[in-house]
Structure formats: C-alpha cells, structure tokens
Nanobody, 124 residues
Framework: QVQLVESGGGSVQPGGSLRLSCAAS????????MAWYRQAPGKERDLVAD???????SYAAAVKGRFTISRHNADSTMYLQMNNLKPEDTAVYYC??????????????????WGQGAQVTVSP
C-alpha cells in the first residue's frame, strides 16, 4: 500500500501564499500519478491539480495561473504552491496517489491512496 502524509496549510489573508507538501511511502514505485483535491463545506471533493510520474501537469480552471503542482520523484514528495490565494480557495486539501499493483497470481489492481487532509483558510 501507499501511505500519504500531508503537511503545510494554515490561514492567510487574500493574496497570500501557502505551500502544501505530501510525502508518499510504501509501494511508491507503483504510483503512476499524484494529485491534489479540495473540498469546501457542503461541496463535492474537486480535483485541483494532477501530475504524472513523467511530470505532465493539469489544473482546474479556478486555480490555473495561481497554483503550481510539482513532484520530487526521488522521494515521491509532491507539492502544491498556492499563490494569490482567494477566499474561495478555502477548503480542506487532500493529496492522492494512484497506480497499479499486481497480486501474487499476476492480476493487476488499481489503487488510490489519500492523505489526511490539510485545512487552508483564506480570509481578511
């Protein structure tokens, strides 16, 4: 299995910056991609940014140009640099990792692991 531990987060004023970190351990070689999601109270958990093992990235329209996702493949640590934060960015941010694992009989099984969540609050 893959275990994810998040760090960072906190409270900032609008226009401020934060950086979230997500450290993966376990079967890290089986990870194909990692991503950041966020969930505001009463709302669905939405994809914020995604990065593949090769470094290809994608972003939700709401954060494009302000957030940057990156990954250090050497230690499977993922980061989300958040700049020019807005009140609507307030949410619990979750890191995730997905990939494939093979059972003893050679059957591939997809998996997804989640971090514990990090609160990000943006308010005046």
């Amino acid at each position: 299995q893959v275990q994810l531990v998040e760090s960072g987060g906190g409270s900032v004023q609008p226009g401020g910056s934060l950086r979230l970190s997500c450290a993966a351990s376990g079967s890290v070689s089986a990870i194909n991609s990692m991503a950041w999601y966020r969930q505001a109270p009463g709302k669905e958990r939405d994809l914020v940014a995604d990065i593949t093992k090769a470094g290809l990235t994608s972003y939700a329209a709401a954060v494009k140009g302000r957030f940057t996702i990156s990954r250090h493949n050497a230690d499977s640590t993922m980061y989300l640099q958040m700049n020019n934060l807005k009140p609507e960015d307030t949410a619990v941010y979750y890191c995730s990792a997905e990939g494939l694992k093979w059972s003893d009989d050679g059957v591939p099984t997809a998996f997804r692991s989640w971090g514990q969540g990090a609160q990000v609050t943006v308010s005046p």
